[in-house]
């Protein structure tokens, strides 16, 4: 789901609506377009592997294109950003 993201040299799998894994494979950052909920951010560094990590965003809310921020480190090297539904 490709169109999903505004940076052209990102991918995007996507289950809509639940879970979406974002791979920048330059770095920098993308917007995202979700819809209506609140959804967490965190991201995963593919070079080194081990836990996931918080970048400049928690928390996103849905329902229009928004920034999935920055990662946590190294942002010009490539970074998987993992943004999940929040279920409450």
Same mark, same amino acid.
């Given at each position: 789901?490709?169109? *999903? ?19 920048l494979?330059?770095?920098? /950052?993308?917007? *995202?377009? *979700?819809?209506?909920? /609140? ?8 070079r ?33 950003? *993992? ?6």
């Open positions: 789901d490709d169109d *999903l993201v505004s940076n052209p040299s990102a991918y995007c799998f996507a289950k809509p609506g639940e879970v979406y894994a974002i791979y494979g330059e770095g920098g /950052t993308t917007r *995202l377009s *979700l819809p209506d909920g /609140t959804y967490s951010i965190n991201w995963f560094d593919p080194n592997g081990g836990s996931l990590q918080k970048g400049s965003r928690d928390q996103v809310t849905g329902a229009e294109s928004v920034s999935i921020g920055s990662p946590p480190a190294e942002s010009n090297r490539d970074w998987v950003a *993992l943004v999940r539904s929040v279920e409450e």
